[in-house]
Every structure is written in C-alpha cells, then in structure tokens.
C-alpha cells in the first residue's frame, strides 16, 4: 500500500533510476543506511535538521515525508 508515495530519481551511471517507496519502506532504509554509517538517531538528526522525535517517526512509518 502506498498511502504516502515518495518518488525521487537515483542518478545511476547509465541514466536515472524512478523509485517509489511507502512510509514504511522509507523508514527501513533509513534505519538501515543509519545503522550502515554506525550513527545514532541524534547524530543523524541533528545533521538532518530534524528532531529527534521526527526521526523516530519517519524509521517506524509513522512520520510523513517532505522532500525539498
């Protein structure tokens, strides 16, 4: 189910990839990619320019996505 879309090209070498993800698939790789990078939820917050708690949202489905 895709309640949220967020769609978003990935530059590949051959062209542009199209990826749509739903709100709980986007928290997956973000918890992924975070635990990748061995960065805390406060680390990765602060960097981003979010809270804390907006973090914990958006890695459990249960945040919404703004792209800008």
């Known amino acids: 189910e895709y309640f949220c879309d967020v769609e978003y090209f990935v530059p590949q070498k051959d062209g542009m990839i199209f990826i ?18 061995r960065i805390t939820q406060a680390r990765l917050a602060r960097v981003s320019g979010v809270s804390v708690h907006t973090l914990s949202n958006l ?10």
């Open 20 to 37: 749509a993800m739903n709100k709980k698939e986007i928290g997956t790789a973000i918890v992924e990619r975070r635990d990748e990078l």
């Open 59 to 68: 890695e459990t489905g249960d945040g919404n996505v703004t792209l800008r």
